[in-house]
């Protein structure tokens, strides 16, 4: 209980802060700005609660994708690692590859990714999964990387065959470093829907609902969508966390 | 050779270590006949002959980074040798070598995933074994092993002697005739690394096996091997051999305070020095 205690102090004082100079209009007049851009947070957690279903049902939206999406590239993500692993040749030929595709501009591509894929949730997925696949297989593929030679080489003399070597020592190893990728991966996923709901012509998500208010002035509810989208990155990473802690039990 | 292993693992096996007296019949030596290696133009070992008799113990001590490790690496199949043969129980192949040898590493290497007596079981699951057939065969060794009531704790929280008794009743249920032991005390302090090798003494009594001890402790290689041979700095070469002195006292301060061990020691000291023998 005392470890959250700080964490929650902090955020208290800072909303508490912040709800005193939003409402003083104290923020407003320092930037010169129409009280209206600028909301309190009592007035985006009333926006919160009237806009409860529009939010929630675009939540889900947003969710569904990011989950899906994520799911698609930790499977490739891990699958890439241990096909990279078992084969140097795929290693040497491919990594160059794999870290340029990281300078690719998403922004760049979403457009074709929609010609190719239309406008329902597929591009999306193909999006999020892009923005996962990396940190996953880089990850991954550390933890691999990582065993001790002289582990394998006592495997070897204990009778054990690639696969069972690859099974009790090499995957255990690399488990925790999958974790961290996967957890970095899902942080940046919802910032990934959230653009691909944008770039991709969607009618709903909460990057559409960001759109929308953002054109429409519409600040408490635009911070509404924001606290809804940082609860879902966070309740996912902490949700990753739990699993590690749950199957990684020797650290 | 490989065939004999599995046929033990299968027919209930790990006989080798309940009864001594059906061991693998007579066990199986190493013998190594102008044995070179290299790592590109560094020369580790060079015109190295030994050979270790079936059951036989033999100590290999010398000075850090002679390439005593490099040694086992190549009895045990894991390398080849650049020239000369190595040999395990008559096979020369890598392969042959590697089923005839089970190999105990430096550290313990543990694996913290699984639990003393999975971790134990290793060669055996490896192998084959169904994993409730292969912890029962590890279980029954716990009591005689000192481990009875650690079957279920990590690696982590077993101290250091109980760590190495582990890992050597791995080597050992892996059924192998050969043990190849790097240095498997070094990590230990002065007082358990005297208690692992009065126990290591007597497990060998128990159940004897081929082994080839790799130390830098001239009495430690003394106490436990019946044959010690002293190796040269880069590029290895064998500078004297010398017989431990027999009958042994069991308890392991008497045998070492011994006239006839003690002048053994001395002698094995002096070629380590390098002085001529």
């Given at each position: 209980m005392k470890r959250w205690l700080a964490p929650i102090l902090l955020v208290v004082i800072l909303i508490g802060a912040w709800q005193i100079a939003a409402s003083t209009g104290a923020i407003a007049s320092a930037l010169s700005l129409e009280s209206f851009l600028v909301p309190s947070p009592s007035e985006i957690a009333s926006s919160l609660w009237e806009n409860r279903s529009l939010l929630a049902d675009n939540a889900w939206v947003t969710l569904r994708e990011v989950i899906l999406g994520f799911g698609c590239g930790l499977v490739a993500g891990v699958g890439f690692a241990v096909v990279l692993h078992f084969s140097e040749t795929m290693r040497r030929a491919?990594?160059?590859?794999?870290?340029?595709?990281?300078?690719?501009?998403?922004?760049?591509?979403?457009?074709?990714?929609?010609?190719?894929?239309?406008?329902?949730?597929?591009?999306?997925?193909?999006?999020?999964?892009?923005?996962?696949?990396?940190?996953?297989?880089?990850?991954?593929?550390?933890?691999?990387?990582?065993?001790?030679?002289?582990?394998?080489?006592?495997?070897r003399t204990l009778d054990a065959s690639r696969w069972q070597t690859f099974r009790r020592v090499e995957a255990p190893t690399a488990l925790p470093y999958a974790f961290s990728g996967a957890k970095?991966?899902?942080?940046?996923?919802?910032?990934?829907?959230?653009?691909?709901?944008?770039?991709?012509?969607?009618n709903s998500g909460l990057g559409v609902l960001?759109?929308?208010?953002?054109?429409?002035?519409?600040?408490?509810?635009?911070?509404?969508?924001?606290?809804?989208?940082?609860?879902?990155?966070?309740?996912?990473?902490?949700?990753?966390?739990?699993?590690?802690?749950?199957?990684?039990t020797w650290r | 050779m490989r065939q004999d292993t599995r046929m033990n693992a299968e027919t209930g096996g790990i006989s080798a270590v309940e009864a001594p007296s059906s061991a693998p019949a007579g066990g199986a030596g190493v013998t190594m006949r102008d044995l070179e290696h290299a790592y590109g133009d560094l020369r580790t070992i060079?015109?190295?002959?030994?050979?270790?008799?079936?059951?036989?113990?033999?100590?290999?001590?010398?000075p850090s980074?002679?390439?005593?490790?490099?040694?086992?690496?190549?009895?045990?199949?894991?390398?080849?040798?650049?020239?000369?043969?190595?040999?395990?129980?008559?096979?020369?192949?890598?392969?042959?070598?590697?089923?005839?040898?089970?190999?105990?590493?430096?550290r313990d290497l543990l694996l913290p995933w699984y639990s003393a007596l999975?971790?134990?079981?290793?060669?055996?699951?490896?192998?084959?074994?169904?994993?409730a057939d292969a912890r029962e065969r590890a279980a029954a060794l716990f009591e005689r092993f000192g481990l009875a009531g650690f079957e279920a704790t990590a690696p982590a929280e077993l101290s250091g002697g109980m760590r190495q008794r582990v890992a050597f009743l791995r080597t050992l249920l892996s059924g192998k005739p050969?043990?190849?032991?790097?240095?498997?005390?070094?990590?230990?302090?002065?007082?358990?690394?005297?208690?692992?090798?009065?126990?290591?003494?007597?497990?060998?009594?128990?159940?004897?096996?081929?082994?080839?001890?790799?130390?830098?402790?001239?009495?430690?290689?003394?106490?436990?091997?019946?044959?010690?041979?002293?190796l040269s700095a880069r590029p290895a070469q064998i500078v004297a051999e010398l017989r431990a002195p027999e009958p042994r006292a069991p308890d392991r301060d008497a045998a070492v305070t011994d006239?006839?061990?003690v002048a053994v020691r001395e002698e094995a000291m002096r070629a380590l020095r390098g002085g001529s023998p």
């Amino acid at each position: 209980m005392k470890r959250w205690l700080a964490p929650i102090l902090l955020v208290v004082i800072l909303i508490g802060a912040w709800q005193i100079a939003a409402s003083t209009g104290a923020i407003a007049s320092a930037l010169s700005l129409e009280s209206f851009l600028v909301p309190s947070p009592s007035e985006i957690a009333s926006s919160l609660w009237e806009n409860r279903s529009l939010l929630a049902d675009n939540a889900w939206v947003t969710l569904r994708e990011v989950i899906l999406g994520f799911g698609c590239g930790l499977v490739a993500g891990v699958g890439f690692a241990v096909v990279l692993h078992f084969s140097e040749t795929m290693r040497r030929a491919t990594y160059p590859l794999l870290v340029a595709s990281q300078a690719i501009p998403i922004v760049a591509i979403a457009p074709i990714l929609i010609v190719l894929f239309g406008f329902g949730i597929w591009p999306k997925l193909v999006i999020v999964a892009l923005i996962c696949f990396f940190p996953i297989t880089v990850n991954a593929l550390d933890g691999l990387r990582s065993v001790d030679p002289a582990a394998i080489k006592l495997m070897r003399t204990l009778d054990a065959s690639r696969w069972q070597t690859f099974r009790r020592v090499e995957a255990p190893t690399a488990l925790p470093y999958a974790f961290s990728g996967a957890k970095i991966a899902v942080a940046v996923a919802v910032i990934g829907a959230v653009f691909a709901e944008w770039a991709g012509g969607s009618n709903s998500g909460l990057g559409v609902l960001i759109r929308v208010d953002n054109a429409q002035l519409e600040t408490a509810r635009l911070f509404a969508e924001v606290v809804v989208l940082s609860a879902i990155a966070i309740a996912l990473f902490a949700a990753l966390a739990l699993a590690e802690r749950c199957v990684v039990t020797w650290r | 050779m490989r065939q004999d292993t599995r046929m033990n693992a299968e027919t209930g096996g790990i006989s080798a270590v309940e009864a001594p007296s059906s061991a693998p019949a007579g066990g199986a030596g190493v013998t190594m006949r102008d044995l070179e290696h290299a790592y590109g133009d560094l020369r580790t070992i060079e015109q190295l002959t030994l050979a270790v008799e079936p059951h036989g113990v033999v100590g290999l001590v010398g000075p850090s980074g002679c390439g005593k490790s490099t040694l086992l690496e190549l009895i045990c199949g894991l390398s080849d040798p650049v020239a000369g043969t190595v040999e395990v129980g008559g096979a020369g192949e890598s392969a042959q070598r590697l089923a005839g040898c089970a190999y105990m590493p430096q550290r313990d290497l543990l694996l913290p995933w699984y639990s003393a007596l999975d971790n134990a079981a290793l060669a055996l699951r490896n192998q084959g074994s169904r994993r409730a057939d292969a912890r029962e065969r590890a279980a029954a060794l716990f009591e005689r092993f000192g481990l009875a009531g650690f079957e279920a704790t990590a690696p982590a929280e077993l101290s250091g002697g109980m760590r190495q008794r582990v890992a050597f009743l791995r080597t050992l249920l892996s059924g192998k005739p050969v043990l190849a032991l790097d240095e498997p005390f070094a990590s230990l302090d002065a007082i358990t690394r005297a208690e692992m090798q009065e126990w290591l003494a007597g497990a060998l009594r128990a159940d004897p096996r081929t082994v080839v001890l790799v130390t830098h402790d001239v009495e430690e290689a003394l106490y436990l091997s019946d044959r010690v041979a002293v190796l040269s700095a880069r590029p290895a070469q064998i500078v004297a051999e010398l017989r431990a002195p027999e009958p042994r006292a069991p308890d392991r301060d008497a045998a070492v305070t011994d006239a006839a061990f003690v002048a053994v020691r001395e002698e094995a000291m002096r070629a380590l020095r390098g002085g001529s023998p």
